[in-house]
């Protein structure tokens, strides 16, 4: 038992030497925000959708992550937290609130070609 929580003390201080507390993962797709339908419905975390907050949904991020989301075609960015599931046979690879896709600035599009960066 001890040696088992030496080892996995040992792994874990050397992933964190190689991959840093910055950004370890970066991918590249579309983008597009929730429907208002969504608004004060439960998200797979359980907590209540809210277009006003910087959250959105991913496929595969742990609930809680952060993430930062960057509007390829003007340069714009923000931060969200993953807080709900996406289909996997979805094409885009982030729904974001309301708020974020403004801020991100394209709202009126509904779709716009983004980066993601997972931040600490």
């Known amino acids: 038992m ?19 507390s910055s950004s370890v993962s970066a991918e ?25 907050k910087l959250t959105a949904a991913h496929k595969k991020h742990p609930f809680g992550t952060r993430v930062k989301v960057t509007n390829l075609d003007n340069d714009q960015s923000v931060v969200v937290k993953i807080n709900d599931r ?14 974020a896709a403004e801020e991100l600035g394209f709202v009126k599009q509904g779709r716009a ?8």
Do not use: C, W
Request: proline share 2%; net charge positive.
């Open 2 to 20: 001890k040696k088992d929580l030496i080892s996995m003390s040992l792994i874990a201080a050397i992933s964190f030497m190689v991959l840093g």
């Open 28 to 52: 590249t797709g579309y983008a597009v925000h929730y429907s208002n339908i969504f608004q004060g419905k439960k998200t797979a975390s359980k907590e209540i959708f809210d277009q006003r």
């Open 86 to 99: 996406m289909p996997t046979r979805n094409s885009n690879i982030i729904d974001v609130s309301k708020r």
């Open 113 to 120: 070609h983004v980066r993601l960066e997972v931040v600490d």
